[in-house]
């Protein structure tokens, strides 16, 4: 059993109470290896902004979850050293699907667990959730739970329709689970190909433009729950910039769509206080990679693409932490 608190992460508990309070949003952002983790850091160490480091069931996989762990505990020790003084990181398992996952990673040190029982019945969702915080709480640990299904793909998780969140339902399932956060389901949707052209109209650039966010949904859940912390899942905008430069440089990304920033920052302002984003990331990397190889075919040492793919990913975090999610500057 290690905790947490060795390692100088932090749980949600504070950052969620002053982003909600402060109307601006956490980041979450996946990283599955070594650049992703120090883009994220670098970002956040320059810009000050409290970060969420996220593991999905498929970065376990690929990377393992022990090199993971001791990953997050450097990502704390290389802030510091980038002058961040008292760094607010934590360590968030990403879509947790079982008791048993979420406990082995409370035991090894993660912050904060998502358990996801979105896919079960009402009852089912509440007894599993029940049990995870029951765990999760002995040892400081905060969790999320999932009310609503989002459509898309991400890694294991893969859903054909949405299913919105019912106001109705949220504090039962709150009151009788413990949850500390709720992930909602308000037209956000997972990966890079959020909506169908079908769903969508098209800007004068010929880009789909996607359905708006359910606000209204969003505005009901905060009234009957005041204050308490909500997630939104699958909150890439998919930056046309990068599809462009994808496409251009031999990828084949066709109609791929996100959610707009506006829509984004608009939320953050609410009582929406963590938002997660992973394709936006992916996105970037591919495409300062693809360029690289395009340009550069006698090059082969992995640090000539890897090098500029992580800038281009830091950037882009920077720009979200301060354009969209308001985060900077609120962990000096
Ligand atoms: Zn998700």
Redesign the pocket.
């Known amino acids: 059993m290690v905790s947490y608190k060795e390692l100088g992460l932090v749980n949600t508990r504070e950052m969620f109470k002053a982003a909600v309070d402060g109307g601006y949003a956490i980041p979450a952002f996946n990283f599955n290896n070594m650049e992703q983790m120090q883009a994220i850091v670098q970002a956040c160490a320059e810009t000050k902004s409290p970060v969420i480091l996220q593991v ?1 069931s498929g970065a376990r996989k690929y990377a393992n979850q022990t090199l993971l762990r001791y990953m997050a505990q450097g990502a704390v020790e290389y802030a510091k050293e980038l002058g961040w003084e008292r760094p607010q990181i934590c360590l968030h398992l ?2 947790g699907d079982t008791y048993e996952l979420c406990k082995s990673c409370v035991d090894m040190g993660f912050s904060s667990v ?1 358990i ?1 029982g979105s896919s079960k019945s009402f009852d089912e969702n509440i007894e599993l959730t029940k049990r995870v915080v029951e765990y999760a709480h002995q040892y400081d640990v905060v969790v999320e739970g ?1 009310l609503g299904v ?1 459509a898309g793909i ?1 890694d294991d ?1 893969c859903a054909e329709k949405s299913n919105y969140t019912r106001p109705e339902d949220v504090i039962e399932f709150v009151n009788r689970t413990g949850v500390d956060s709720l ?1 909602i389901s308000i037209g956000t949707s ?1 990966g890079a190909f959020k909506f169908t052209p079908a769903q969508c109209t098209r800007d004068a650039n010929g880009h789909l433009v996607p359905p708006p966010l359910r606000f209204d949904i969003l505005h009901e859940i905060e009234k009957k729950l005041p204050g308490f912390p909500i997630v939104l ?2 909150s890439s905008s998919v930056p046309q910039e990068f599809v462009e430069i994808i496409n251009s440089n031999g990828g084949a990304l066709k109609d791929s769509v996100g959610i707009p920033e506006e829509q984004l920052r608009e939320a953050s302002k609410s009582a929406v206080c963590k938002i ?1 984003i ?1 394709s936006d990331g992916r996105l970037a990397m591919t495409a300062a990679i693809r360029k690289f190889m395009v340009e550069s075919p006698d090059k082969f040492d992995p640090r000539q693409y890897l090098g500029p793919a992580r800038e281009s990913l830091k950037q882009l975090y920077i720009h979200k932490v301060k354009e969209v999610l308001g985060s900077a500057g609120h962990a000096e």
């Open positions: 999905s990403d879509h998502m996801d999932e989002l991400e998780v992930a997972h899942h699958g997660n992973d």
